[in-house]
């Protein structure tokens, strides 16, 4: 492997950059995918970024059944990721079509256009869900990685600490 290859792959392991697709959603995914990744949930914690171009994306996230409308956008987001690259289905109309399956316009789950290598099913998924999700992902595919999400929750400040910190500043 050469350094610059050496170098994608470290960034890769150590700070995955996600692109979300609409499929075909009703919406309620979104939000929880948007829940996922601002501040009280806040993906980003764990080096995760979201970011606009599928050249830059590492993981694709897809919400919703896939519909004749996206189908095709689906697919060449999806042949403009750099390998090594996966696709995360959030929610049952991403896994398998949900209640949409069988509709006139829609053509079914996500693996019915590209390959998807994590499921969460539910409806709508819960933004812990989603976390859980891209942490086994990322443990199964990029083992060293995982180093670095256990390496941050170890470093995460203990919860009764700020209540106490917080407690003390309220009595003033
Ligand atoms: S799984 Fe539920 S919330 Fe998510 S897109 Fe389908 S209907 Fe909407």
């Known amino acids: 492997m050469g350094l610059v290859d050496?170098?994608?792959a470290w960034g890769g392991r150590n700070s995955p950059w996600i692109i979300h697709f609409n499929a075909g959603a009703?919406?309620?995914?979104?939000i929880e995918v948007v829940d996922a990744l601002t501040p009280?949930?806040?993906l980003e914690r764990l080096g995760i970024l979201q970011q606009g171009s599928p050249r830059h994306a590492d993981v694709?996230?897809?919400t919703g059944a896939v519909t004749l409308q996206t189908r095709e956008r689906l697919?060449?987001?999806?042949?403009q990721m750099s390998t090594?690259?996966?696709?995360?289905?959030?929610?049952?109309?991403?896994?398998?079509?949900?209640?949409?399956?069988g509709c006139y316009c829609v053509t079914g789950?996500?693996?019915?256009?590209?390959?998807?290598?994590?499921?969460?099913?539910g409806c709508a998924v819960r933004p812990e869900a989603i976390i859980h999700a891209v942490d086994a992902l990322l443990k199964a595919k990029l083992p060293k990685a995982a180093g670095r999400l256990k390496k941050?929750?170890?470093?995460?400040?203990?919860?009764?600490?700020?209540?106490?910190?917080?407690?003390?500043?309220?009595?003033?």
């Open 6 to 8: 050496k170098a994608i």
């Open 26 to 30: 009703c919406n309620g995914c979104d």
């Open 40 to 42: 009280r949930f806040d």
């Open 60 to 62: 694709l996230v897809v």
């Open 75 to 79: 697919k060449e987001i999806y042949d």
């Open 84 to 101: 090594p690259k996966f696709v995360v289905a959030v929610g049952t109309c991403a896994c398998s079509g949900g209640i949409f399956d």
């Open 109 to 121: 789950g996500v693996d019915a256009v590209i390959p998807v290598d994590a499921y969460i099913p």
């Open 152 to 172: 941050d929750k170890k470093a995460k400040p203990d919860r009764k600490e700020d209540a106490a910190h917080d407690g003390a500043g309220n009595d003033q």
